[in-house]
């Protein structure tokens, strides 16, 4: 009897050990993880949309915000360049 207990003892170290191995490396590689499932996505998502949107997609785009006006005068004095509320 005490040889049974003595090898499922051994066998619970050995399996604790492995899980502990196991989530060290999964933790010391995650980077590496994590970069290959996003290319992975982008590839899949890249494949998916390139081919439905066609030439739907612009090359280039304008600026998010507009531009201020180049000349300082044309703002009210003490504006502070919000667009009037009309």
């Known amino acids: 009897m005490q040889k049974v207990i003595n090898a499922i003892a ?3 170290g050995v399996v604790s050990l492995t899980v502990v191995i196991g989530g ?3 933790y010391a590689n995650r980077g590496k993880i994590i970069d290959n499932v996003k290319s992975q996505v982008m590839e899949q998502v890249s494949g998916a949309l390139g081919s439905s949107l066609g ?3 612009p090359d ?3 600026p998010a915000i ?3 006006p ?3 005068q044309a703002q009210a004095p003490g504006a502070v360049g919000l ?3 009309n």
Do not use: F, W, Y
């Open 10 to 12: 051994i066998s619970s």
């Open 24 to 26: 060290v490396s999964l």
């Open 55 to 57: 030439g739907l997609v």
């Open 60 to 62: 280039a785009t304008g």
């Open 66 to 68: 507009p531009t201020p």
């Open 70 to 72: 180049s000349n300082p």
């Open 83 to 85: 667009p009037p509320l």
